[in-house]
């Protein structure tokens, strides 16, 4: 209990209360069956949403943040803070009054956004009815700008069109770069590229214009720190969605024995991280002892083919053990949930705590630890009474 208590604490402090208080205070949406379509309606109402579907329809006003993740993702109502989205097609036409961070096949903005933009797709648009508040950050196979940027635009892609003005500078490693009539840069053009843009003679660029030749498909993003967090702060995102997507699959397909797993995990804390810390050093010890023996060799290929499947399970199953408590702690319930509710908070939760240097990290494994002493359990008994 008394480690219990730390644990407690620590995450108390670091995980910032506001990050866990504001999801306990989200609403929630998710199609309970495949197929299903989330939408909320122009006179709805919603403080904080994160949801997923097949096709997402947001048509009311959000007056916090939006997490959406879904087959088709349309956002016709204001956001009043940031906007994460992912998934086949994402189209942004309300104001959005901080960031936006959002991967998909095509992503098409519309409206005006606050803050800074984080895109990558297939095939981006920033329509003429769009304008970027910060920066904007985009990496796609075709990125036609239309829309006005007040802050650096940095590009990674195959053909890019800009058509608007840019009121810093902007830095890009595309196949191909088109500056059409309208294009209006206040600061420096720094591109490389096979070949030369093709600047329309209306086109201006008030700063110096810098092209350095390379060979097709070579970038130097690591050297732009700036357009590498976007990128990470996208990968971010997208490792979250799937992270959410899984747990969901064990949440509502195996949900029997995703339930027990979790509340044997945490109501017998100290035995199974002592199981999950045996199991993860003593299987591959035992792995290799008995590949010495021809007698053992079928038996240790079955053995470690059950440690990586339980080891990939564990780790999901960190987050929503994660999420889980984290419920039933501050929002003070009597016993451990185990919902969709558990699953996004927990997802959300564990990835922004892992990222604390050591202390989160340590976190992240005991969870995992526990997770995985909780399924090793229950494989033992299952395989004790048959």
């Keep these: 209990m008394k480690f219990q208590k730390i644990l407690y604490l620590i995450v108390t402090v670091l995980l910032l209360s506001f990050v866990i208080s504001g999801a306990l205070a989200a609403e929630f949406r998710v199609a309970q069956k495949q197929g299903t379509n989330i939408t909320v309606a122009k006179d709805e109402k919603v403080k904080n949403l994160y949801t997923a579907g097949n ?3 947001i048509d009311g006003d959000i007056e916090k943040g939006l997490r959406a993740a879904g087959n088709m993702v349309t956002v016709n109502g204001n956001v009043e803070n940031s906007v994460c989205a992912a998934g086949g097609t994402v189209i942004i036409r309300g104001a959005v009054g901080d960031s936006v961070h959002a991967g998909a096949g095509t992503v098409i903005i519309e409206s005006q956004i606050q803050e800074d933009v984080f895109l990558g797709g297939g095939n981006i ?44 500078n902007v830095k890009a490693n595309v196949d191909e770069l088109k500056l059409d009539g309208q294009a209006e840069i206040v600061g420096d053009l720094t591109y490389s590229s096979s070949k030369e843009a093709l600047i329309a003679d209306q086109a201006k660029v008030l700063g110096e214009i810098n092209f350095k030749k ?12 700036k357009a590498l ?22 949440v ?34 035992a792995f290799i002892i008995l590949l010495i023996t021809v007698v053992g060799i079928g038996v240790a290929s079955l053995t470690i083919a059950i440690y990586g499947l339980l080891i990939l399970l564990s780790v999901t199953l960190a987050s929503i053990t994660f999420g889980s408590w984290l419920i039933k702690v501050f929002g003070k319930k009597s016993e451990y949930s185990v919902d969709w509710k558990t699953v996004i908070l927990g997802v959300i939760a564990l990835k922004l705590v892992i990222l604390i240097p050591l202390v989160g990290w340590l976190v992240g494994l005991v969870f995992a630890l526990i997770s995985l002493g909780a399924l090793v359990r229950l494989f033992y008994q299952a395989v004790v009474r048959n």
Excluded: C, H
């Design 252 to 285: 509502y397909i195996f949900r029997n024995i995703t339930d027990k797993a979790v509340k044997e995990a945490l109501t017998r804390f100290w035995p199974n991280l002592g199981a999950g810390f045996s199991a993860l050093i003593l299987t591959p010890v």
């Design 55 to 57: 096709v997402i329809s």
């Design 229 to 250: 967090i976007g990128i990470l702060s996208l990968a971010f995102l997208l490792k979250v969605l799937m992270g959410i997507a899984t747990g969901l699959v064990l």
């Design 125 to 168: 648009v920033i329509s003429k009815t769009a304008s970027i508040g910060g920066d904007l950050f985009v990496g796609g196979g075709t990125v036609d700008i239309q829309g006005s940027v007040v802050g650096d635009v940095n590009i990674g892609g195959g053909q890019v069109i800009i058509n608007s003005k840019i009121g810093g």
């Design 214 to 225: 390379a060979e097709l498909g070579k970038t130097d993003l690591i050297k732009r720190p």
